[in-house]
């Protein structure tokens, strides 16, 4: 449905016929650890993320899983490599 609160005129998926469905009622601005990102958006002078309604909730236990200015890390270089293995490849 389309946000009657804070995104006037934007579909919200939080947005009910009772109003905002969301904790609080209201969707929150996004937190320092945010800036960058593609994901927020300005409405009213103020920045909101258009995935998450609460950002800051997404960076307590780490970074947050949508952020797109923050490069991945892959743990694939730690990997053990079975020498048994590695020698099969290693013949083909």
Not at 27 to 37: A, D, M, R, S, Y
Not at 40 to 51: F, I, Q
Not at 57 to 79: E, L, P, Q, R, Y
Request: glycine residues 8%; charged residues 20%; contains cysteine.
């Amino acid at each position: 449905m389309v946000c009657t609160t804070v995104r006037k005129g934007f579909d919200c998926p939080f947005m009910t016929s009772k109003g905002c469905s969301y904790n609080g009622g209201v969707c929150h601005e996004v937190v320092e650890q945010c800036n960058g990102c593609n994901k927020s958006v300005e409405y009213s002078s103020r920045w909101y993320c258009t995935s998450c309604p609460d950002p800051s909730s997404k960076w307590k236990v780490g970074s947050c899983n949508f952020a797109s200015h923050i490069a991945k890390t892959s743990s694939a270089k730690n990997a053990k490599l079975n020498p048994l293995k590695a020698s099969k490849r290693g013949n083909r």
